[in-house]
């Protein structure tokens, strides 16, 4: 009986060994494709690194954000669109302030409308966008890894600004509240979206990973909301 319970140890061992090497594998070579189709363009170095296969907290995202079920999403601070490019939705928006890595974005993902716009200081396009939309359809807005950059009140403003229009809109945005775990604490301010006017729809998922919770807002009472 030791001598099983010993093998069995053994191949569990053996398996998480092969299993984080297999996950390194992937990342080091995900980080090496990014690097070639970035020739010739200033990404900023974070893209190239921080790569799916590397950060878990994507992959929460994108499985909360198809639960709620739409063909209408829209990321602002896309990156080079790995959220966003998984998503189920047909109609795929994505906002960033770096025009190249816009462009390789658009290299990985084909069907995501890439928009420059720092949506921070001119938010007149994402409104547009919104207010294009069919009134009955239900608009999923992503805003994951740059919102702790902004102060309260500018946060604060945008999403209100986007809330108010007459549409059923969902938004997914992270908050630091653990940011002493971060590598750059200093940047990472704490929101407080349930203190936003126009919600009518909020709750939070924690655990995202170790430093970052999301917040579900909705200025539309869904009570079939996941």
Known sequence: MRDFISKIMFLYFKFNILKKIFKVTKIIFSRIVLRILSLGLKVPKWHLNATFESRDYKRKVIKISNMYKTNFAIEIGCGIGEILGRLNASKK???????????????????????????????QKILEIINS???????LIIMVNWLHEYSEIKVKDMMESILSIKRNIIIIADIYQRKEYSRIPQNKILHKFEDIKNINFYKTVDNIDKVRDLAILSNKDIINFP
């Open 93 to 123: 928006y994505g906002f960033d302030i770096n025009k190249d890595t816009l462009i390789l974005c658009k290299r990985l993902n084909k069907n995501i409308k890439t928009i420059h716009n720092d949506i921070m200081s001119n938010n």
């Open 133 to 139: 939309s069919e009134k009955d359809e239900t608009i």
